[in-house]
């Protein structure tokens, strides 16, 4: 798969990600902080530079080199 996420909005996947994991550590009495594993979805696709969602919509935050 090409890189379709751009550097800023790689940034903040992996700021947001990092914020839910933690946060599912951080609160371990919350009756549904199992909902918070979501920020695994934002870390990953800001690591690997790849939404799925935009390659389906045709959508793309990285500046093309042409």
């Given at each position: ?22 946060g599912f550590f951080l ?40």
């Amino acid at each position: 798969m090409s890189h379709n996420v751009g550097s800023i909005d790689r940034i903040l996947r992996v700021v947001v990600g990092l914020a839910l994991i933690v946060g599912f550590f951080l609160f371990p009495d919350a009756s549904l902080r199992w909902l918070l594993l979501i920020g695994i979805v934002p870390l990953a696709t800001g690591l690997m530079g790849t939404c799925p969602l935009y390659s389906i919509f045709g959508f793309s935050t990285c500046p093309l080199k042409k």
